[in-house]
């Protein structure tokens, strides 16, 4: 679970959580192995003041246990991108983008929500058409590398499965992702 500083809690713990109780280590992989600050986006409940995007608060912290440097990613069964504002800056780490790769080419499972979509497009993850949703101010780095962005709460193609934003972890996105990686691993 690659992350960084502005990670989206929501985004990232409730996976975190719920993979290891699918019996699976989740390996939290950063550009150094320290530990990050997670943010929380809200839309704020005011209506009096309506604004345009989230608000940004300080979050949660999140231990990295191993550089994305040093991961080999023939050695994990899926790959879970999430968001927050972490995507922007992690997108450009070659790294990051070699692990991504690897996941894309040999067509392992990959989960993705919000933001981390735009990890998937700048890794060439979109390319061919592939479907895909994300909270909707990041369709562009869907459309812009060769994907389809589908306005749902979450979408499958192939080994990809997506959700716009971690309200759309009360679909099948997450299950359907934990299908996706035991289907992978059976021989």
Known sequence: MPIGDATEAMDTLYPFFRLAEEGYEVVVAGPEARKYHMVLHEVPPNSDVPWDITREMPGYHIQAVAAFRDVKP?????????GGRAPEYLRYDKDLMRITQHFVKENKPIAVVCHGIEILAAAGGLQGGRRA??????????????????????????????????????TPFFKTFVQKMREFAKP
């Open 74 to 82: 023939e050695e994990y069964a899926g790959l879970f991108l999430s």
């Open 133 to 170: 949703t994300t909270v909707a101010k990041c369709a562009l780095d869907i459309t812009q590398t060769g994907g389809v962005y589908v306005n749902e709460p979450f979408v499958v193609d192939g080994n990809l499965v997506s959700a716009g934003t971690w309200h759309n972890y009360d």
